[in-house]
């Protein structure tokens, strides 16, 4: 096994999402972002479940210890319900561009809740890799044009409740992020197979998710707007294989195989990686400071790598 499989792993996981993201933007568009997550999240666990049954033999892993399940399962809730929950809100509240950069404060709340609760420890390399990464994302994020808020003041964020309240989401979609890869990295104890993993933290956020829809009196309304656009399927499918399937089941194996500091870190990359795709496929436009943004990133990943 290679010295860096987990490293690798995370840095497949940040090229599904980036991927995953381009279908589930798409999706969004067509059934709105809320309907979109909770059919994204249904049809992840079918697949996960048919995937887990053709390769394991068994449809759910009912031989986890139910220590595991409880720490997979609030892992699922807190990082794949809850946290795309409060994502989700700080997009429209905020804007994408600030939405994003709150999350990438995700990798160094990762870090700081696995050195209080696992015991992690980083090498200075490390630390200086996580920041680097990061500053170069944030850099790229910053430099991106916002289709949302761009009211960046200090005045502003003084003066506007609403956008206090955004600012707020942001942050607790990435502690979100954060908590839910160190209660997965618990529940993956003693080599526990990352599909297996996957198939109870995405089933466990589907019934909380579904729970609130019900609450709320929406699955009329969510299946209705399926049926306006049918079509729209096709996106959620494609987003699942490779984000809720592909790409979550690859970030478990890596942080089983490195720090969750580090693999969070590598994970927050599809910002920096949807760059090429954004200029050369979609023709946007952006300055120098994404270009230079980008080349800190993926300085700050291989510091990741070298040292």
């Not at 933007?25 to 972002?33: D, L, S």
């Not at 761009?150 to 003066?159: F, G, P």
């Not at 699942?240 to 399937?245: A, K, N, R, T």
Request: charged share 10%.
């Amino acid at each position: 096994m290679s010295a860096f499989s987990g490293e690798i792993a995370a840095l497949v996981t940040a090229f599904c999402y980036a991927t995953s993201s381009t279908f589930f933007t798409t999706a969004g568009k067509r059934f709105g972002p809320i309907v979109a997550n909770r059919v994204r999240l249904i049809t992840a666990v079918l697949l996960l479940i048919s995937v887990h049954w053709i390769m394991l033999g068994k449809p759910l892993p009912m031989e986890a210890e139910p220590e595991r399940w409880f720490w997979l399962g609030l892992s699922g809730i807190v990082g794949l319900a809850l946290g795309d929950v409060f994502l989700f809100q700080a997009y429209v509240t905020i804007g994408p561009r600030m939405g994003l950069l709150l999350l990438s404060l995700a990798p160094a709340i990762a870090s700081i809740l696995a050195w209080l609760f696992l015991s992690e420890r980083l090498e200075a390399g490390e630390i200086l890799g996580i920041f680097v990464t990061l500053a170069g994302i944030a850099w790229v994020i910053l430099d991106g044009k916002s289709n949302g808020s761009t009211k960046t003041s200090i005045s502003a964020i003084l003066q506007d409740k609403q956008y206090r309240l955004g600012l707020l989401y942001g942050l607790l979609a990435a502690l979100g992020q954060a908590g839910g890869l160190t209660l997965a990295k618990k529940g993956l104890a003693g080599d526990f197979p990352p599909l297996s993993a996957n198939v109870i933290r995405m089933t466990s956020a589907m019934l909380a998710f579904s729970s609130l829809t019900i609450l709320q009196r929406q699955v009329g309304a969510t299946i209705q707007k399926v049926r306006s656009a049918p079509q729209g399927l096709w996106y959620i499918l494609g987003g699942s294989i490779f984000g809720p399937l592909i790409g979550v089941s690859f970030s478990l194996y890596a942080i089983q195989h490195t720090t969750v500091g580090v693999a969070s870190t590598i994970i927050a990359l599809p910002p920096v990686i949807l760059l090429p795709v954004s200029h050369f496929i979609l023709k946007e436009k952006f300055g120098w400071g994404a270009v230079w943004g980008t080349l800190l990133a993926v300085g700050g990943v291989a510091v990741l790598f070298l040292l």
